[in-house]
């Protein structure tokens, strides 16, 4: 007889799982339940009068591989399309400075465009070459990120510079953000070459090494012709093919364990299975283990809300002579935006000719403004916030305001170790059930995808 496997939640974590399952595991029955009436999360494109339009995640980067391997398996990576490459910008002091160049996540690793740089001080640059001098002590608990830095850089560096490049992949407060879960390998890299710079040189020259042919450098992120969307389509209908069956309208209102089977009530009725992966975020699945003490972290790890806010103008509309990206900002600037891309200029196949498209992201931690105001408003903030920056004549000729209340999880010090101990009381507690997605430690669409294929594989072992 068959083994039934539930995937609670079809966004791009829980399909992909389906995928690996089926894939790897024929036999099996699968059920994909998902309480929208959509799938696909986040992940959500407007396609209208020529705009290819990401109203959630944006792209995903190229070097972590699986998604593009999992393109290519569904039959859709012709479709695939890589960033227009150009100069990226922090906003700080009232004014946008080229990120310097030879830099890892805006540590330097080479001394020129480190030194003529106007976006960090003579004093700080000083600060900076510390490093070379202060002495590695082993790590034997987690910190922030700010405080591993500010330690090895100085705070001049650490907020000018890395912050607003790190903090907008998590958005979280770096001096709460855990090292021990986001970049481990920068304090492995410090302990391993005796400072924190002398590591991401060595890390660049091995990477360089590592390649084989010297190509014309490309961009880092990849996207689809017709979006993001179109890749997800492209997967359910993959997997309905398949006969892998996707339930909408369908939330999970309880699930419990009786003689080693998972009994999941799902409007009202009772279905049982021999495995379940859980993909949803923490927020929803915690309530089904509220007499399980040791899964109460969940119950109050943080997470920040935010919103993106997307700007159709007429060329004339807007001034932007810089040929660049888009720009991240300092949080010591008084804006409510925290980031801009240059739409047409980084993905020039979304816009129509004549026609500029901007994507600015609202919400930083703490921050309560998506809640407090409508979409009209929140357009105005980040449309007097980009005019600080850029000149922009008028109103758009049409925006898309996409509030994400509650969506980024934030990984604060401590939470790996957490995280472990939970997957390990699971796994000795539970049959057959598997929790995983963004509130583990998955950010970027690959992770995702990644961590699917690690739930499938635990899944096929303990079926098997």
Same mark, same amino acid.
């Given at each position: 007889?068959?083994?039934?496997?539930?995937?609670?939640?079809?966004?791009?974590?829980?399909?992909?799982?389906?995928?690996?399952?089926?894939?790897?595991?024929?036999?099996?029955?699968?059920?994909?339940?998902?309480?929208?009436?959509?799938?696909?999360?986040?992940?959500?494109?407007?396609?209208?009068?020529?705009?290819?339009?990401?109203?959630?995640?944006?792209?995903?980067?190229?070097?972590?591989?699986?998604?593009?391997?999992?393109?290519?398996?569904?039959?859709?990576?012709?479709?695939?399309?890589?960033?227009?490459?150009?100069?990226?910008?922090?906003?700080?002091?009232?004014?946008?400075?080229?990120?310097?160049?030879?830099?890892?996540?805006?540590? #330097?690793?080479?001394?020129?465009?480190?030194?003529?740089?106007? @976006?960090? /001080?003579?004093?700080?640059? %000083? &600060?900076?070459? !510390?490093?070379?001098?202060?002495?590695?002590?082993?790590?034997?608990?987690?910190?922030?990120?700010?405080?591993?830095?500010?330690?090895?850089?100085?705070?001049?560096?650490?907020?000018?510079?890395?912050?607003?490049?790190?903090?907008?992949?998590?958005?979280?407060?770096?001096?709460?953000?855990?090292?021990?879960?986001?970049?481990?390998?920068?304090?492995?890299?410090?302990?391993?070459?005796?400072?924190?710079?002398?590591?991401?040189?060595?890390?660049?020259?091995?990477?360089?090494?590592?390649?084989?042919?010297?190509?014309? #450098?490309?961009?880092?992120?990849?996207?689809?012709?017709?979006? @993001?969307? /179109?890749?997800?389509?492209? %997967? &359910?209908?993959? !997997?309905?093919?398949?006969?892998?069956?996707?339930?909408?309208?369908?939330?999970?209102?309880?699930?419990?364990?009786?003689?080693?089977?998972?009994?999941?009530?799902?409007?009202?009725?009772?279905?049982?299975?021999?495995?379940?992966?859980?993909?949803?975020?923490?927020?929803?699945?915690?309530?089904?283990?509220?007499?399980?003490?040791?899964?109460?972290?969940?119950?109050?790890?943080?997470?920040?809300?935010?919103?993106?806010?997307?700007?159709?103008?007429?060329?004339?509309?807007?001034?932007?002579?810089?040929?660049?990206?888009?720009?991240?900002?300092?949080?010591?600037?008084?804006?409510?935006?925290?980031?801009?891309?240059?739409?047409?200029?980084?993905?020039?196949?979304?816009?129509?000719?004549?026609?500029?498209?901007?994507?600015?992201?609202?919400?930083?931690?703490?921050?309560?403004?998506?809640?407090?105001?409508?979409?009209?408003?929140?357009?105005?903030?980040?449309?007097?916030?980009?005019?600080?920056?850029?000149?922009?004549?008028?109103?758009?000729?049409?925006?898309?305001?996409?509030?994400?209340?509650?969506?980024?999880?934030?990984?604060?010090?401590?939470h790996i170790d957490r995280i472990r101990d939970i997957q390990e009381h699971i796994d000795q507690n539970y049959?057959?059930?598997?929790?995983?997605?963004?509130?583990?430690?998955?950010?970027?669409?690959?992770?995702?995808?990644?961590?699917?294929?690690?739930?499938?594989?635990?899944?096929?072992?303990?079926?098997?």
């Amino acid at each position: 007889m068959s083994k039934r496997i539930a995937i609670i939640g079809a966004g791009i974590t829980g399909l992909s799982a389906a995928h690996y399952l089926r894939r790897d595991y024929p036999d099996a029955a699968i059920d994909v339940y998902e309480q929208s009436d959509r799938v696909g999360g986040k992940i959500k494109t407007y396609r209208k009068d020529g705009y290819t339009i990401e109203l959630g995640p944006e792209s995903y980067l190229g070097r972590k591989t699986i998604m593009t391997e999992l393109a290519e398996e569904i039959g859709i990576a012709d479709d695939l399309v890589t960033n227009k490459t150009g100069q990226s910008y922090i906003y700080s002091h009232n004014k946008l400075y080229p990120i310097p160049g030879g830099s890892i996540m805006g540590i #330097p690793t080479e001394i020129k465009p480190f030194l003529k740089t106007q @976006l960090i /001080s003579p004093a700080a640059k %000083l &600060r900076a070459g !510390l490093d070379y001098f202060l002495p590695v002590k082993p790590m034997h608990t987690d910190i922030s990120i700010g405080h591993f830095f500010r330690q090895r850089l100085g705070d001049e560096v650490l907020e000018n510079l890395i912050e607003p490049l790190m903090a907008g992949i998590y958005g979280a407060n770096i001096d709460k953000l855990s090292l021990k879960t986001t970049f481990p390998h920068f304090k492995e890299q410090e302990e391993k070459e005796g400072g924190l710079i002398k590591g991401m040189i060595a890390q660049k020259a091995k990477n360089n090494a590592d390649k084989k042919v010297t190509v014309k #450098p490309k961009g880092q992120f990849k996207q689809f012709r017709h979006g @993001l969307e /179109s890749f997800i389509q492209t %997967l &359910r209908d993959s !997997l309905e093919d398949k006969g892998v069956q996707i339930h909408l309208n369908a939330p999970v209102q309880n699930l419990v364990e009786k003689d080693n089977k998972t009994i999941l009530t799902i409007n009202n009725e009772e279905h049982e299975y021999d495995g379940v992966i859980v993909t949803i975020p923490h927020q929803h699945f915690v309530k089904w283990f509220e007499d399980d003490l040791k899964l109460d972290y969940f119950n109050y790890m943080p997470s920040t809300s935010v919103a993106t806010v997307v700007m159709a103008f007429d060329k004339d509309q807007v001034v932007n002579d810089k040929d660049g990206t888009g720009f991240v900002i300092a949080r010591t600037s008084d804006t409510a935006i925290t980031a801009c891309t240059w739409t047409n200029k980084k993905w020039p196949h979304t816009t129509p000719e004549g026609k500029v498209l901007l994507r600015a992201y609202v919400g930083k931690p703490g921050s309560n403004i998506i809640h407090h105001k409508d979409e009209e408003q929140l357009k105005q903030v980040a449309l007097n916030d980009l005019n600080k920056i850029m000149t922009i004549k008028g109103e758009p000729e049409f925006f898309i305001v996409t509030k994400l209340p509650h969506s980024m999880p934030q990984y604060e010090v401590g939470h790996i170790d957490r995280i472990r101990d939970i997957q390990e009381h699971i796994d000795q507690n539970y049959h057959n059930l598997i929790i995983t997605g963004a509130s583990f430690d998955a950010v970027g669409l690959p992770d995702c995808v990644q961590m699917a294929k690690n739930a499938s594989d635990k899944m096929i072992e303990y079926l098997k």
